[in-house]
């Protein structure tokens, strides 16, 4: 049974941090791509920060230098580091989860069969 639960979301002020997790089971490590996705109102879903199967890493220009996506493989736990917020990282923030997904589709939203529910992160 496969699970991807978020967790670590919330609502902070202008320039602080923030830390979101994302506990993986029922897939295997081998071969897995995973990413960040966020989901503001009224607008589509976006990709934010993104690991590939040959673990490339990809970051949505406006998060790059702010946000950092890693994952500790002995927990099964894909993390995203966000720091300097802004209201405009105001979303619902995804994980999700799929096999042989490099770079270049890596914020494909179709691409993924595997997604959580969603934490909500608020910036004011």
């Known amino acids: 049974h496969v699970q991807l639960v978020e967790s670590g979301g919330g609502s902070v002020q202008a320039g602080g941090s923030l830390r979101l997790s994302c506990a993986v089971s029922?897939?295997?490590?081998?071969?897995?791509?995973t990413a960040w996705f966020r989901q503001a109102l009224g607008k589509e879903r976006e990709g934010v920060a993104a690991?590939?199967?040959?673990?490339?890493?990809r970051y949505t220009d406006s998060v790059k230098d702010r946000f950092t996506i890693s994952q500790d493989n002995a927990k099964n736990t894909l993390y995203l580091q966000m720091n300097s917020l802004k209201p405009e990282d105001t979303a619902i923030y995804y994980c999700?989860?799929?096999?042989?997904?490099?770079?270049?589709?890596?914020?494909?939203?179709?691409?993924?069969?595997?997604w959580g529910k969603g934490t909500q992160v608020t910036v004011s």
């Open positions: 999700a989860a799929d096999f042989g997904i490099f770079f270049d589709y890596l914020f494909v939203v179709q691409r993924y069969y595997y």
């Open positions: 029922g897939l295997s490590e081998k071969g897995r791509s």
């Open positions: 690991i590939a199967t040959d673990g490339a890493i």
